[in-house]
């Protein structure tokens, strides 16, 4: 590839028009004159984009786009000449013409192609995107399994996205068109091709940074790579290529936002006494731990034990496929500001752009990229299809080799899971692609990156959770108690805990205004697994029966709102758990990664997030969870409860613990305190005995009586400050025996230009506090609050127009039937 350093790029995306056709109809562009039904196209984009915006398509009933030819045309308005054309992604299979010329085929989405033309001055580019349908219908090596969760088992066969292919998961919107921008490339007079930029940092705290590309000729002056106020002279080799390495001795280390600063250093590339900008690098050394007998999994971030949370990827838009930082930005800001370190790009969406690694890197999101490979028994006897796969991999790490979040590499999703649990044996579904070339070309082309077989793998079975990489769904789909994410022994959940997450009413209200769970059109949205007797929506049910002791169809029937608002606070009251168990000190579990962060429709869908961008209860929980500086509470039966505290932060933290058992959710029977300072990126536990000073029955365990309290609250405190860093509740007799019709005082403060503060006050616990508030952003909503303990979310304005409105809304909890109005 051309490297666009001092080169003339203009990007072509304005004037573009496509049309579509049966397939097959024409081998060459048609006639423009034929041409009657052409619609204005955006490019990048994709054709189910253009029809949606003159209402010719329909995201949430889509028809199919599968055999269909559409043929994208542009005039080009470029002095004549020769130049490149860029085509950095045609979904899928797909013919460039240039003045009626074929000048490419391409039979990747997830490839770049580089041609060289020859302009004229009044060229005409068409690209045709041949329909997949009868690509899909195509035989190829025997199959040694076949994936029930994808609708055409052609599709092994395409290099194409999973994404429209899986009934119950989501819409059937099939990728068409130029997904990836379309460029025009006059390069520079010093030509530079195949340019790798590679950063790494060594044990002793030394940055490395390597550069390496190809030239057409010679430089009159000395190249110079240079960062952070150093510089190396770039050596000619006998292939060909220059390179240099620059050791940077003492570099700010980059860090994952939750164990430090994502440091980010600036690099420039010197050519002829010209300065080029190469971006920005990041210098940090990751490993994987696999214990000593091997089966463990743990990420190791600079020597650093890191605990990785967050979630897996979807797209920011299902229609769109967009890759642009305005795109990504709004997503991956509520990741960062939930406190994730790790999203997760699964083998059955896309890959992603440059501009969605720098955002990470700024933020200090570890990356997990699966290779686009999912569920199907890809045969490495298919010649061309193995030509594809190291061709794109090839670009992929070329492209992002210096961006410091691309932590792990993984040969994709559930290969090994789908052939294993078909009951075939290890020798069939651990394959010679993931086990063997896939990690070789990687090794050869990026030295250091870590590599994972497959998610999951590692144990006995490949979906076990207790060796290696698991999708774990104890808790969640098979219906397991919360204490089975104990009893599992988990490593690491790549995948974990997926629920049909309710969104907030605003978004229900205008996306989907129809009658909750009884609607068909509610129940389109919830996702399924194809062939299953149940849904998400029956698996969300069953921990609402678990804990809010309530019969959810009876309630379904007889107050929707309820129904809604328990379910609302059921999902993030397990995920909060759960994730407090694997965090606790002692547990076996080294990071978890929920399953999705985003919905592709208006629903009941699994992600955090909404379709519209809104977060949903259960991502508030996970920001809960996620805190850096943390307190839980663990019920260890008969040995009573513990106190957990957490520092992972790169500073020491001089701390205040509090410690209180109330009883009907107001009354103290016994407190404690203790001061306690913590290093960096450590804990302590801590038995609340100790705090205390005598035994008392916190965990009711020896059930001395009847309980004497109903809820144990702790609440960690910065020393200097008293500000409430967190806060953790345990229910000894369950979270039902601690529901109170609590009072809830709400005071509004106008804190800035359209920024207001919800400050609330309650007489006595009050579980799950919901804040219904149109056109504002909460900081937190589902949280529990204790009496005597001031609560402050702040509301920002969604959009700029309502910043001068008094927000109004209305503040409830699941344990009272008030709504209290603001």
């Known amino acids: 590839m051309i490297s666009a350093i001092g080169a003339d790029v203009v990007r072509l995306s304005d004037g573009w028009t496509v049309s579509t056709t049966p397939p097959g109809l024409h081998a060459v562009p048609p006639d423009d004159d034929s041409v009657r039904d052409a619609l204005p196209a955006m490019v990048p984009g994709t054709l189910a984009g253009a029809l949606e915006r003159v209402g010719l398509f329909d995201r949430t009933r889509?028809?199919?786009?599968?055999?269909?030819?559409?043929?994208?045309?542009?005039?080009?308005?470029?002095?004549?000449?020769?130049?490149?054309?860029?085509?950095?992604?045609l979904a899928t299979i797909a013919e460039v013409f240039l003045n009626g010329e074929r000048i490419l085929e391409s039979q990747s989405m997830f490839e770049s192609h580089d041609v060289p033309v020859v302009l004229t001055g009044a060229d005409r580019l068409?690209?045709?995107?041949?329909?997949?349908?009868?690509?899909?219908?195509?035989?190829?090596?025997?199959?040694?399994?076949?994936?029930?969760?994808?609708?055409?088992?052609?599709?092994?066969?395409?290099?194409?996205?999973?994404l429209g292919f899986m009934p119950g998961w989501c819409p059937d919107v099939v990728a068409v068109g130029p997904w990836r921008p379309v460029s025009l490339i006059r390069p520079a007079p010093f030509r530079i091709g195949d340019l790798v930029l590679h950063s790494r940092l060594d044990s002793d705290g030394t940055g490395q940074l390597s550069l390496s590309f190809s030239t057409d000729r010679l430089p009159d002056q000395p190249m110079l790579l240079a960062c952070a106020g150093r510089t190396a002279e770039l050596e000619r080799h006998p292939d060909g290529r220059w390179?240099?390495?620059?050791?940077?001795?003492?570099?700010?280390?980059?860090?994952?936002?939750?164990?430090?600063?994502?440091?980010?250093?600036?690099?420039?590339?010197t050519i002829d006494g010209v300065v080029h900008d190469l971006g920005r690098t990041g210098f940090r050394r990751i490993d994987i731990d696999r214990g000593r007998d091997g089966r463990d999994f743990a990420l190791i971030v600079n020597g650093e034990r890191i605990f990785c949370r967050g979630a897996v990827w979807t797209t920011a838009?299902?229609?769109?496929?967009?890759?642009?930082?305005?795109?990504?930005?709004?997503?991956?800001?509520?990741?960062?500001?939930?406190?994730?370190?790790?999203?997760?790009?699964?083998?059955?969406?896309?890959?992603?752009?440059?501009?969605?690694?720098?955002?990470?890197?700024?933020?200090?999101?570890?990356?997990?990229?699966?290779?686009?490979?999912?569920?199907?028994?890809?045969?490495?006897?298919?010649?061309?299809?193995?030509?594809?796969?190291?061709?794109?991999?090839?670009?992929?790490?070329?492209?992002?080799?210096?961006?410091?979040?691309?932590?792990?590499?993984?040969?994709?999703?559930?290969?090994?899971?789908?052939?294993?649990?078909?009951?075939?044996?290890?020798?069939?579904?651990?394959?010679?692609?993931?086990?063997?070339?896939?990690?070789?070309?990687?090794?050869?082309?990026?030295?250091?990156?870590?590599?994972?077989?497959n998610s999951p793998s590692g144990g006995a079975q490949p979906f076990f959770p207790s060796e290696g990489v698991a999708h774990y769904y104890g808790v969640g789909a098979y219906l397991r108690p919360l204490e089975d994410a104990r009893r599992a022994n988990l490593r690491f959940a790549a995948e974990c805990l997926a629920f049909s997450n309710v969104p907030d009413t605003e978004t229900l209200d205008a996306h989907l205004p129809v009658p909750a769970v009884h609607d068909p059109r509610w129940k389109a949205r919830v996702p399924r697994d194809p062939g299953a007797s149940w849904d998400f929506e029956d698996v969300r049910d069953h921990y609402l029966a678990l804990l809010c002791g309530e019969d959810p169809a009876r309630l379904r029937?007889?107050?929707?709102?309820?129904?809604?608002?328990?379910?609302?606070a059921a999902s993030a009251e397990v995920m909060e758990a759960t994730l407090g168990?694997?965090?606790?000190?002692?547990?076996?579990?080294?990071?978890?990664?929920?399953?999705?962060?985003?919905?592709?429709?208006?629903?009941?869908?699994?992600?955090?997030?909404?379709?519209?961008?809104?977060?949903?209860?259960?991502?508030?929980?996970?920001?809960?969870?996620?805190?850096?500086?943390?307190?839980?509470?663990?019920?260890?039966?008969?040995?009573?409860?513990?106190?957990h505290v957490i520092n992972e932060t790169a500073v020491p933290k001089s701390l205040v613990l509090d410690l209180a058992c109330l009883r009907d959710g107001r009354t103290s029977v016994v407190s404690g305190r203790r001061e306690l300072t913590l290093a960096p990126r450590t804990s302590q536990t801590l038995a609340t005995t100790d705090l205390f000073g005598a035994f008392f029955?916190?965990?009711?365990?020896?059930?001395?009586?009847?309980?004497?309290?109903?809820?144990?609250?702790?609440?960690?405190?910065?020393?200097?400050?008293?500000?409430?860093?967190?806060?953790?509740?345990?229910?000894?007799?369950?979270?039902?025996?601690?529901?109170?019709?609590?009072?809830?005082?709400?005071?509004?403060?106008?804190?800035?230009?359209?920024?207001?503060?919800?400050?609330?006050?309650?007489?006595?616990?009050?579980?799950?506090?919901?804040?219904?508030?149109?056109?504002?952003?909460?900081?937190?909503d589902g949280f529990h609050l204790a009496p005597g303990m001031k609560k402050r979310v702040v509301l920002e304005p969604i959009a700029q127009n309502g910043a001068d409105r008094l927000p109004e809304g209305s503040v409830a909890s699941i344990g009272s039937r008030r709504n209290m109005r603001f």
């Open 126 to 162: 068409v690209i045709c995107f041949r329909a997949i349908g009868p690509h899909l219908e195509r035989k190829g090596p025997r199959a040694r399994w076949r994936p029930k969760m994808m609708r055409s088992q052609g599709l092994r066969m395409l290099r194409t996205t999973a």
């Open 62 to 89: 889509p028809e199919s786009l599968e055999n269909l030819d559409a043929w994208y045309r542009v005039t080009l308005s470029e002095p004549p000449g020769a130049a490149i054309l860029r085509f950095e992604g």
């Open 317 to 453: 838009d299902i229609v769109d496929l967009p890759g642009t930082r305005a795109a990504y930005e709004p997503l991956l800001r509520q990741v960062a500001e939930a406190g994730m370190n790790m999203i997760r790009v699964g083998g059955t969406m896309a890959y992603e752009t440059r501009d969605f690694f720098e955002l990470c890197d700024e933020l200090g999101i570890l990356v997990w990229q699966d290779l686009m490979l999912a569920n199907f028994d890809y045969s490495v006897a298919d010649e061309p299809l193995m030509i594809h796969v190291k061709t794109e991999l090839s670009q992929l790490l070329a492209r992002h080799a210096a961006s410091p979040s691309l932590a792990i590499l993984c040969g994709g999703s559930e290969m090994h899971q789908q052939a294993a649990m078909l009951g075939l044996p290890e020798r069939i579904w651990r394959t010679e692609l993931t086990r063997d070339l896939l990690p070789e070309l990687c090794a050869a082309m990026l030295p250091g990156l870590a590599y994972v077989e």
């Open 243 to 269: 390179t240099a390495d620059l050791r940077l001795p003492g570099i700010a280390p980059w860090w994952p936002l939750s164990h430090g600063t994502p440091a980010l250093h600036a690099v420039t590339l």
């Open 581 to 643: 168990e694997w965090r606790r000190p002692g547990s076996t579990a080294n990071g978890a990664l929920v399953w999705t962060l985003k919905d592709l429709l208006p629903g009941a869908g699994w992600g955090l997030i909404d379709a519209t961008g809104r977060p949903k209860s259960v991502w508030y929980a996970l920001k809960r969870a996620f805190r850096p500086v943390q307190v839980l509470l663990s019920d260890e039966g008969t040995n009573g409860l513990d106190v």
């Open 697 to 780: 029955d916190t965990t009711y365990a020896y059930r001395f009586g009847p309980p004497a309290h109903d809820v144990t609250v702790a609440w960690l405190k910065d020393a200097a400050t008293g500000a409430v860093l967190a806060e953790a509740f345990d229910f000894p007799a369950g979270r039902t025996a601690a529901l109170h019709d609590a009072e809830i005082e709400v005071t509004l403060e106008r804190l800035d230009a359209g920024i207001w503060a919800l400050d609330l006050f309650t007489d006595r616990l009050a579980q799950s506090i919901s804040i219904a508030c149109d056109g504002y952003r909460k900081s937190d």
């Open 557 to 568: 029937r007889e107050d929707v709102a309820r129904y809604l608002a328990l379910s609302r």
